[in-house]
């Protein structure tokens, strides 16, 4: 008896010392570094469809089934903290519990970051926002929804917290997204009073629920948001402090409204001050999401269209943050859809911007592209006329200018010329009927007889621009083919890689490898006479220049 009361009290010993010895909320976010959101993956959902997979759930929105190997690579590149967002109505029965499955898949990417020895914060994501179609958030800062869901709210904190309860100190928790009053109004309520009475509320419920599951959670480091994540100096103002213990995070996002470096500069200095002002002087703050693209009033990316204000931008925020001990998380860019599946970054040089303006130095750290893999993209189509993105997307503003632009080449497993064809889409050309924007269009056959097609733009046709590419089906049945190489070609007759996604139609699957990075060893007894050539990086070449190439096995001068 005695021996079993000796192993509980130093078990309870055990995990008292554990506890008090959890990093203050200061101490976390210094020591987060930089990081970045596992966007549109577990916080993806439509609330038109049931789910019998975790993996339907996840993938709903386009991105892929989330593998350790893409944290590892994030670990790798210097970044220190991963905010996984999650969104949980479409888990929970009418009782309010989560569905085992979908908490177990919730582990599983919580583990892959924290087994690369990274921070993780979760959180409850789009049970709040801003309704649309379908779409009908149950969280809402009001004191009406406040009272009626407070229960199913606590009762969904209360389920999480106790199953981490166990993790250490790299483990944060966070109460909500960006939760919006009854009329979906962003930055502030309309109704000021109610509305951010509500958020305290809310904030307060989830403090003290997850508190008194016990374990590490009496000490865990939990973030509450202002009204809607907003960077209001009134929003930040009207956000209480939920407890006095050191263990709280404020957060808040922001996106950008930059037009030039100077511009930039006076706005990032101006958001620095409003939180210092408003929220710093009470806790420790992380801006949770930020990017290099806003989607309001119209979708504008400056890595796209402006990049030398984009990188200046992040450049000087990721300094003025960590300068004042502010936490970031970069908002699901750097690496996304299918580069996600290799992984690879397809934006190398903002994530390595980030990192060094923290850091001083990307040295040690790595940054793979896709253009490091060899990738197979299986395509099927199940309607007519279905389009694969070769280059751009439905909602970029980015385009290609015909005077740097000249075409595009795709290769595929076999000749599908009687089957798909290139659409490109140009400048803009009026309205459609349902007041959408109508574009310029040229449609281009691919070569028969070949698997590979170099086709040329027409810029009487298309304009001056090109916004996006696609590979389109022609045929009403069902179709499934590999595209292996797709690469738009500048005017100099350099290629650079494309952006292979779904458009609408089709799903689209990838098998990738690293590319060789020497010349494999040719074995005597083989014979090996295709003509094929290959650069001295055992890479295969479509189109060489002059130089120095490999060919059956020799090497083969291009004058």
């Known amino acids: ?19 008090a010895s959890f990093e203050t909320a200061k101490d976390a976010v210094k020591n987060m570094g930089v990081g970045w959101n596992l966007g549109n993956t577990l916080d993806a959902n439509d609330a038109t469809k049931t789910w019998t997979t975790t993996a339907q759930h996840e993938t709903c929105w386009g991105q892929p089934v989330t593998k350790p190997e893409l944290l590892k690579m994030m670990k790798e590149a210097g970044y220190g903290a991963i905010r996984v967002p999650i969104t949980w109505y479409q888990e929970m029965d009418t009782n309010g519990k989560v569905n085992d499955a979908w908490m177990k898949r919730v582990k599983e990417v919580v583990d892959y970051v ?8 979760i959180n409850v994501h789009h049970d709040t926002g801003a309704d649309e179609g379908n779409y009908k958030s149950w969280l809402k800062a009001s004191s009406s929804s406040y009272d009626k869901n ?5 009762g969904l904190w209360k389920q999480i917290a106790e199953k981490f309860k166990d993790y250490d100190q790299k483990l944060l928790f966070e109460a909500y997204n960006e939760m919006l009053d009854e009329k979906n109004t962003w930055n502030e309520p309309a109704d000021k009073t109610d509305g951010y009475k509500a958020i305290n ?18 000490n865990r480091n939990l973030v509450v948001n202002t009204y809607s994540a907003s960077s209001t100096a009134e929003a930040m103002k009207q956000l209480e402090l939920p407890e006095e213990t050191g263990h709280i995070i404020f957060q808040l996002h922001s996106y950008p409204n930059w037009k030039s470096e100077s511009n930039a500069k006076n706005e990032i200095d101006n958001l620095i001050s409003n939180i210092k002002s408003n929220l710093l002087n009470r806790a420790p703050v992380i801006v949770g999401e930020y990017a290099t693209f806003t989607t309001w009033p119209a979708n504008l990316d400056y890595y796209a269209t402006d990049r030398k204000v984009a990188l200046y931008a992040m450049d000087y925020f990721i300094k003025k943050t960590k300068e004042e001990g502010i936490g970031t998380f970069y908002w699901m860019g750097l690496s996304d859809g299918v580069n996600r599946t290799l992984p690879a970054f397809h934006q190398a040089d903002l994530a390595q911007t980030l990192i060094k303006a923290y850091y001083g130095s990307t040295d040690g750290y790595k940054y793979p592209t ?14 007519q006329w279905g389009e694969l993105f070769l ?13 740097e632009y000249k075409g595009v080449r795709i290769e595929l497993d076999n000749d599908y010329s009687s089957k798909l064809q290139i659409k490109v889409y140009g400048d803009k050309n009026g309205k459609n009927t349902d007041g959408s924007d109508k574009f310029k269009e040229q449609y281009i056959p691919l070569t028969a007889g070949s698997n590979t097609s170099t086709l040329d733009f027409d810029a009487t046709t298309l304009g001056s621009t090109v916004l ?3 590979l389109q089906a022609l045929e009403g049945t069902a179709l499934t083919a590999k595209v292996n190489d797709a690469k738009l070609i500048k005017t100099d007759g350099s290629e650079v890689s494309g952006a292979i996604s779904v458009g609408w139609g089709c799903s689209v699957t990838s098998e990738s490898s690293p590319k060789p990075t020497a010349i494999q060893r040719i074995h005597a007894n083989q014979s090996v006479t295709d003509n094929t050539i290959y650069n001295l990086h055992g890479q295969r070449m479509q189109n060489p220049q002059k130089g120095i190439y490999i060919r059956n096995g020799k090497k083969y001068v291009m004058k």
Not at 1 to 19: D, G, N, P, R, Y
Not at 201 to 218: D, E, I, L, P
């Open 391 to 403: 280059y751009g997307d439905w909602n970029s503003s980015a385009t290609l200018k015909l005077t």
């Open 201 to 218: 509320s809310y904030a307060k419920s989830f403090v003290t629920t997850v508190r008194a599951t016990g374990g590490n959670n009496k």
């Open 114 to 121: 924290i087994d690369n020895g990274m921070y993780c914060i």
């Open 370 to 383: 896709p253009d490091d893999f060899q990738t197979v993209y299986t395509v099927s189509y199940n309607s």
């Open 150 to 154: 407070k229960a199913k709210y606590e």
């Open 468 to 470: 996006r590419i696609t």
């Open 1 to 19: 008896m005695k021996k079993i009361l000796l192993l509980v009290c130093s078990v309870m010993l055990c995990t008292s010392i554990e506890a």
